[in-house]
């Protein structure tokens, strides 16, 4: 496990599966599209199960979507307004389902930060932040 700051906010990047039941609130995967259908392709979506009291969903965002990193961002921004109104002190990003959609890690992670950065130059209850990947290339 790494840890960084963000401001105030302790960042850790953790390999999943992870038992989610301790973190006050969670964000992970409930329709994020995999494949289209297209040509005979299959067309599932994926979603994440969750043992937290607190869940939000990502958007469902394609890799196809000209606009998926402004989509991560501004759910990233949401999810971290949410957690204020939980009085939230832990938060756990989970991007297995964006992951399986074949979205490149690096969008991930870029986004992911820059919502905690841009919510870190606020006054905050949360405290740490938990990326889990499911994946060692994330």
Do not use: C
Request: aromatic share 6%; no cysteine; hydrophobic share 40%.
């Amino acid at each position: 496990m790494r840890e960084w700051k963000i401001g105030k906010i302790t960042v850790s990047i953790e390999l999943g599966p992870y038992d989610d039941s301790k973190i006050s609130l969670v964000a992970k995967s409930k329709a994020i599209p995999v494949g289209d259908g297209a040509r005979g392709s299959p067309s599932i979506m994926i979603r994440e199960s969750s043992n937290a009291k607190n869940i939000e969903y990502w958007p469902s965002i394609r890799m196809e979507d000209p606009n998926r990193r402004k989509a991560m961002f501004q759910a990233a921004k949401n999810i971290l307004k949410s957690a204020e109104k939980h009085s939230a002190t832990n938060v756990g990003f989970f991007t297995m389902g964006l992951e399986v959609a074949r979205i490149p890690s690096w969008e991930i992670a870029e986004e992911l930060v820059r919502a905690l950065n841009v919510h870190s130059l606020v006054a905050s209850s949360i405290q740490e932040v938990f990326l889990i990947a499911s994946s060692p290339t994330q």
